[in-house]
């Protein structure tokens, strides 16, 4: 008989209210511990995230281990995501920490490594000179400050300053503008992505991606360590956005990063920008995160405010398949209350969705491309007008798995991968439970262990009826060419 971890005793509440949606915690000072990440697992986390731009090489590897080992004493399958920082398009440091601007006045900037004495603002980037154009403009701290560039002339760069404040040190440098030159992947990340690799990331996303060439280049030093970690790309820029649909196709998912993403276009547009990525994705089968301040008031409120509860509804009703917390849950007072709400609200907009009062995307299709979506369309009609309790996926690499929720079933989909990172990367993928299971030879013989599994995990019960998508051969790519219906004993 096929060989399954044992089944981990699930609290009453969670088994009640299985979320669809997934939630990413990124870790920092207020869950930089086993206690912490225990209780933010408990209440819906399935990734966690690690910024590089924070964290160095030791820290990489102690809250990899910590993410580990949390979640093998509670055997839940939960990813971890090692987010490469990029270039450094920052402004230097100030010799008193910070520089005022005037609105109107004419500043200088150069690029130094040198402190400025407030005379300058000094640039670490060294593409900029050449990167920035004339009349273009330069905004810094996130937008809140905005320059216009008068002239460029012997490594010196005069700007006008349309918005003035106070700039101070390391503050960001967006250039909505220009085309920036910088490769996206540092010395510094390969060094990071070396360490997540080593020890077994399961995602890895490449920051400030404005071309599909630069994620094919990450997945090929990947591929040549002979690991399977997925590549998430990060759209933040305005060349991304121009180039989405060549960065979906090659991605193996995709993050809306709408920090940056919100200062290098009109706010206005990101809304807009967001639901054509996330449509795009659906097309393509590929998991969507959205992510920055989706609940940002509770950094330090024990409350959402109204706005970031109705952020959050939308992008659940938008069918994302997860959505990611920042500072929230890294730096804020309340990590685990946050993750509770943003649980609840997911569910309740869930259970609206599944209330049969929403228009079904997958029945609009009207072009069937491939057999793999074909398989995917009848497996989940089958499931739906039978009113099975859910769907058995028996999956190597995933790719079926992502076919069927890319069709946003309001049936759970559980999936058997004999590969643990597998398992872990589908922890990201909208109404799919993910569990590993050495395959036998035919899924037939591995049906019984299925079945037991989800009967003690509590997920079936006896008389249950399932839709089985697999192929005569378990686990064979390419190879999915059954739909069967069973009735659990």
Not at 76 to 84: A, H
Not at 102 to 107: C, D, E, N
Not at 296 to 325: C, F, Q, W
Not at 475 to 483: C, L, S
């Amino acid at each position: 008989m096929a060989k399954v971890a044992p089944a981990h005793k699930i609290s009453s509440d969670i088994l009640n209210d299985l979320k669809k949606t997934k939630i990413i915690a990124t870790l920092g000072p207020a869950c930089d511990n086993p206690k912490t990440i225990l209780a933010l697992i408990q209440h819906g986390v399935n990734i966690f995230r690690i910024n590089c731009s924070h964290t160095d090489e030791a820290g990489i590897r102690r809250l990899v281990r910590m993410v580990r080992s949390v979640a093998k004493k509670v055997d839940l399958p939960v990813g971890v995501l090692v987010d490469l920082q990029g270039p450094k398009i920052r402004v230097g440091e100030f010799l008193d920490r910070e520089m005022k601007l005037m609105r109107g006045s004419t500043v200088t900037l150069k690029v130094t490594k040198d402190k400025s004495d407030g005379s300058f603002i000094p640039v670490q980037y060294e593409g900029f000179y050449d990167d920035v154009e004339n009349g273009g403009r330069i905004l810094l701290d996130d937008g809140k400050i905005g320059l216009e560039v008068l002239l460029k002339a012997h490594g010196v760069i005069k700007a006008r300053v349309i918005n003035g404040g106070t700039l101070l040190n390391k503050k960001g440098i967006n250039l909505p503008d220009s085309t920036i030159t910088a490769d996206p992947i540092t010395k510094t990340d390969l060094e990071n992505l070396q360490t997540g690799l080593e020890e077994g990331a399961d995602f890895v996303a490449l920051s400030f991606v404005s071309k599909a060439e630069e994620i094919l280049e990450m997945k090929s030093i990947i591929k040549k360590q002979g690991k399977l970690t997925a590549v998430v790309a990060k759209i933040e820029r305005h060349e991304a956005v121009k180039n989405m649909d060549s960065i979906i196709e090659v991605s193996d998912a995709v993050m809306i990063a709408r920090g940056d993403l919100g200062v290098e276009l009109p706010l206005s547009t990101v809304p807009v920008i967001q639901r054509k990525i996330i449509h795009k994705c659906h097309k393509m089968a590929k998991p969507v995160i959205v992510a920055t301040q989706m609940m940002e008031s509770m950094i330090s409120n024990p409350r959402p405010s109204r706005s970031d509860v109705s952020d959050v509804s939308g992008a659940v009703h938008a069918y994302a398949d997860a959505l990611m917390l920042s500072g929230e849950t890294s730096t804020g007072s309340y990590p685990v209350e946050c993750v509770t709400e943003m649980r609840s609200t997911a569910l309740e907009m869930e259970n609206y969705q599944t209330s049969g009062s929403t228009i079904r995307q997958w029945e609009m299709r009207k072009v069937v491309p491939d057999q793999a979506e074909a398989i995917a369309k009848a497996g989940v009609s089958l499931g739906e007008l039978l009113n099975v309790k859910g769907i058995v996926v028996v999956t190597k690499s995933g790719f079926m798995v992502k076919q069927m929720a890319a069709l946003h079933p309001t049936l759970p989909v559980y999936a058997f991968t004999p590969h643990e990172m597998t398992m872990r990367q589908l922890a990201m993928v909208r109404g799919v439970f993910p569990f590993c299971l050495k395959f036998k030879k035919e899924f037939t013989f591995s049906l019984p262990a299925m079945m037991k599994h989800l009967k003690q995990k509590g997920f079936l019960r006896k008389n249950d009826k399932v839709v089985i998508v697999a192929g005569v051969k378990a686990g064979n790519v390419d190879g999915t060419n059954t739909v069967r219906v069973e009735t659990v004993v």
